[in-house]
């Protein structure tokens, strides 16, 4: 039997997340009191298994999750699932909405609620707890005519009654919640990565980073910064994404990443909820607007990338002595040959690679044969100067 830990007590959005995503399976649910109590009791092997909130389509990220999961090492993100969120007021039974003094509940409860509360309890104290449920415990053991914000199963559960349903400002409320395991347990049909990095302060810093990931076509589903905690303005980043360390394409990514990074920390690689973006032909026929978008995207690449490489040549130059030859014709074959390979791989024609990278080369030739007779120019100038 596997133990499951969740954020209780009973009756939380989270403990029906661990229900659905473990549907089936033969388990134990643990209840704990706060994230911190349920990341060590994961990360000690008190319980297999652990279920948190993470971000929520309307409040953002649930930031003490975040914050956890930079702080322990020993937990890794070994899945998610997504739940639409639908809130109800609760109070004990005989209290009526005007009469309401104080509403309890998680705070991103009360934020989703927010339009509800403003128009019908404008003048009720709202005070968060840790947890929906454990705000309707607070309310069960009191005698004031408070009210709890939470998944009508807490009525139930608590024997409080349903004042209002569906009480939340967009329908579209989903919120995402993470399966945490012990690091190091391998997780099969992985198709998604979590990562957390920190970038040195310079100019570009972030820009070069997310780069990396657009270069070679990987889709970014969230980025976001916390606090490093060290130092006013230093940040670390939270970045999601489709794609599995596995896949070559993506550890030669990650890698070129590890290395532009002051901390470099892989969250967990696991089955995302939701299918990638992809490109098929009924998008791009439906869709002008947005592929045109797409290419001019892809042309500022290409741009971005031949600046990138005449950089490197004239490093070259610079690096090849006087007497070297500028021109291997030796060396252009081998490198047509491998992406001509490719290219046919990738059903782009031969041909094509064939005659950009011809130009290319004579192009990139002549940059080296001035390069070199400017720099001989210099060193002559300046030896003239010498005394
Ligand atoms: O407090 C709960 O019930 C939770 O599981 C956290 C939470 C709160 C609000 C929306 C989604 C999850």
Sequence with gaps: MIKIGYLGPKGTYTEKAAEKYFTGIDKEMRAYRTLPELFSAVKSGEIDKAVAPIENSVEGSVNQTLDLLAQEKGVAIQGEIILTIKHALMAKPGVKVNEITKVISHGQALAQCSRFLETFLPDAALVEAVSTAEAAVQIVNSDQPWAVIGNPDIGEIYSLNILEYDIQNCTANRTRFVILGQSGQPITNANKTSILISITDRPGGLYQVLKEFALVNINLTK??????????????????????????????????????TAEFRILGIYKGAETAYSYSVEKSVLNLEQVREDIDIIDRQIVELLAMRTQLVKIIADLKGAHQKIRDRKREEQILERLTAEARKKGVSPKLIKELYNLL?????????????????????????LP
């Design 223 to 260: 980025i976001e910064s916390r606090p490093a905690k060290n130092k006013l303005g230093n940040y670390i980043f939270f970045i999601d994404f489709m794609g599995n360390p596995a896949d070559g394409l993506v550890e030669k990514c990650l890698n070129r990443v590890r290395e532009m």
């Design 361 to 385: 080369f004579t192009h990139f030739v002549g940059l080296q044969k001035i390069r070199r007779q400017r720099g001989k120019a210099y060193r002559q100038v300046s030896t003239k100067q």
